[in-house]
């Protein structure tokens, strides 16, 4: 199995902006959520976590975003970092087939510093990682 991406789509409200993707990973969630939920996996394809506690309620410091808490935790389901100036971020997790992932990806943010282009790029670096570790 090899990773997708697919469509990421934006709804705008406003000056808040909702992105989604659906991303298809080659390995399973077990192997997947250490990516998405330690400091070392998220900054080998988002950005160094400078702090991270977690549980829900903890401390988060995203280096390119800022710092916050974690306000979804779920071990090996749900991550949900909502960070001053870089809005809500939340990985959702679901079992794929036999032995991968998909990725249910929201990003919630206000301004222009995000894009749809900036996070498949991103996450094309994870499942890269991925593929590389199976």
Do not use: K
Not at 15 to 26: A, D, E, G, K, Q
Not at 51 to 77: F, I, K, N, Q, Y
Not at 92 to 121: I, K, P, V
């Amino acid at each position: 199995m090899t990773g997708s991406i697919e469509q990421g789509t934006i709804h705008t409200r406003g000056n808040t902006h909702i992105l989604h993707f659906l991303v298809r990973l080659p390995r399973p969630m077990e192997a997947v959520w250490p990516a998405l939920a330690t400091p070392e996996g998220l900054a080998t394809w988002f950005t160094p976590a400078d702090l991270l506690e977690p549980r829900l309620g903890g401390a988060v410091t995203l280096r390119d975003l800022g710092s916050g808490h974690v306000t979804a935790w779920d071990v090996d389901r749900v991550a949900e970092y909502t960070v001053e100036g870089g809005g809500r971020i939340r990985f959702h997790l679901e079992r794929d087939g036999e032995d991968g992932s998909a990725l249910r990806f929201t990003h919630e943010f206000q301004g222009d510093g995000e894009s749809e282009s900036r996070w498949r790029g991103r996450f094309e670096r994870l499942i890269d990682q991925l593929e590389r570790h199976a």
